[in-house]
């Protein structure tokens, strides 16, 4: 069965520090892999994805990810953390052969401080 | 706006009533997909539809709710007779045409359902 961790319910960073947010997804084939960010009685936005290709994905705001099929993980990264990227943030993964559902891990709640 | 449209953004009924929530998908995006996000969880699928047809539902709950995808007009994601157990925020997303399945899936802000 597909699933994803995120093993991190809460990420606290200081402002201008860079920032890693964990995911490690277990899913049969390859998987196609995405974070998303979600503000306040907000919806899901978009962030950046893995199809194939470079193991390094650069997205968007300045978040970029590393793809390691090896420890099965695409952990979320950015060199320097803002206050404003303060949000819930989560890992999805669909396998790529049977479905078009998106499998979410429980989410990671990232807190820059100034 | 081109984005994905849900209404009402908030919801209050009482156990028993019904509950309906409107998705209207991006503009020239045919695939619909509903989630359900309990308090502190992540996203749990429900059901994918197309215009028309229900392509999979394996997460929607066996009895009470409902999707429908017609050929006009918003998809509505129906739950009958409403329990305390159903308050939470549905998101509605949906992708394009082509490749659905490498396409990021565009999320509405959401219904917040509240029962009383």
């Known amino acids: 069965a597909q699933s994803v961790a995120q093993p991190e319910d809460q990420v606290n960073v200081a402002e201008g520090n860079p920032l890693t947010v964990k995911c490690t997804y277990s899913v049969s084939g390859n998987p196609y892999l995405f974070w998303y960010v979600q503000y306040p009685n907000r919806g899901l936005q978009f962030l950046l994805k893995?199809?194939?290709?470079?193991?390094l994905v650069k997205g968007s705001y300045g978040f970029e990810a590393e793809f390691n099929k090896s420890q099965t993980s695409f952990h979320l990264k950015k060199p320097s953390a803002l206050v404003s990227d303060s949000a819930l943030y989560f890992c999805a993964v669909r396998a790529s052969y049977n479905t078009d559902k998106l499998i979410f891990g429980t989410g990671t709640r990232l807190q820059v401080f100034p | 706006n081109a984005g994905v449209m849900q209404n009402p953004r908030h919801l209050v009924r009482r156990r028993g009533q019904e509950a309906r929530l409107r998705c209207s998908p991006m503009?020239?995006?045919?695939?619909v997909y509903w989630y359900r996000q309990l308090p502190e969880e992540g996203l749990k699928f429900m059901v994918y539809l197309q215009k028309e047809n229900i392509i999979d539902e394996s997460g929607m709950p066996k009895e009470r709710f409902s999707a429908e995808f017609p050929k006009e007009g918003p998809s509505i994601l129906r739950i009958q007779q409403v329990v305390r157990g159903d308050s939470a925020a549905y998101f509605c997303?949906?992708?394009?045409?082509?490749?659905?399945?490498?396409?990021?899936?565009?999320f509405g802000d959401g219904t917040r359902l509240s029962i009383l």
């Open positions: 997303a949906s992708s394009p045409v082509d490749s659905p399945r490498n396409q990021p899936q565009h």
């Open positions: 893995y199809i194939t290709g470079d193991n």
């Open positions: 503009k020239g995006h045919s695939h």
